[in-house]
């Protein structure tokens, strides 16, 4: 599977912004947990949202009432609305593939990765 992401930029904070994942290869997308990670300068890779082919999702505390995570399985696209947008949201965000039926929130269990894009929020 491969992924690429799209959508990052740079934002004021209380913006939005929304990514994009698409996801090629000779998998079936709708087999594959899809998560969002993202890894600020000096800080570890942490999960940002993940969701499975039937919909339901798990977020990190930071960003829950903030972002959405969806899926387009017919699109083989995996998407995250960033709203309410903050500084401490910078980072590098990347989506990545498990090929499980359970959620997970630890960067090793996650099998495929796309290159990671760059959001950054400042004034």
């Known amino acids: 599977v491969q992924l690429q992401a799209y959508g990052g930029g740079l934002v004021q904070p209380g913006g939005s912004l929304r990514l994009s994942c698409a996801a090629s290869g000779r998998a079936y997308f709708s087999y594959y947990i899809m998560g969002w990670f993202r890894q600020a300068p000096g800080k570890q890779r942490e999960l940002v949202a993940a969701i499975t082919s039937g919909g339901s999702t798990n977020y990190a505390d930071s960003v829950k009432g903030r972002f959405t995570i969806s899926r387009d399985n017919a699109k083989n696209t995996v998407y995250l609305q960033m709203n309410t947008l903050k500084p401490e949201d910078t980072a590098v965000y990347y989506c990545?593939?498990?090929?499980?039926?359970?959620?997970?929130?630890?960067?090793?269990?996650?099998?495929?990765w796309g290159q990671g894009t760059l959001v950054t929020v400042s004034s």
């Open positions: 990545a593939a498990r090929r499980s039926t359970w959620l997970s929130s630890r960067v090793n269990e996650y099998d495929y």
